[in-house]
């Protein structure tokens, strides 16, 4: 076997190693971020956060109309972030194979790009 190819086999064994790893940890790095986001805690801190922004914004001299508006549009962003969050967790519960593939189709994506930059083939 050519030093080339030797070179790819150990590339491949790399890279599923590291998919192995992102497909175990990634779900559970979702799980808890949701969890964490939607907690009881998480709801008493929002709520602080929120008050004390528009406290800010008023003792700053901003108007009642713009402080009320500012704040929620403040608060809208993390709901915002929490609603993304929960739609990539989703109603399907995926499983560290799914994960698995869909980041392994997307690294051949990007490789296939990446070679066809380098060859200029469309």
């Known amino acids: 076997m050519g030093e080339k190819s030797e070179r790819k086999i150990e590339e491949a064994e ?4 590291i998919l192995s790893v992102v497909s175990k940890e990634i779900p559970a790095l979702i799980k808890g971020i949701i969890g964490s986001i939607f907690s009881e805690e998480a709801g008493k801190d929002l709520g602080r956060a929120a008050a004390a922004f528009y406290r800010e914004l008023k003792d700053g001299g901003m108007p ?36 698995q593939k869909i980041v392994k189709e997307r690294l051949e994506e990007k490789l296939a790009e990446k070679k066809e930059k380098r060859t200029g083939t469309s």
């Open 64 to 99: 009642e109309n713009v402080a009320v508006k500012m704040t929620e549009n403040y608060i809208k962003t993390f709901t915002s972030l929490g609603d993304v969050l929960k739609s990539m967790g989703g109603k399907k519960n995926y499983t560290s194979g799914d994960v």
């Open 14 to 17: 790399e890279l599923k190693e």
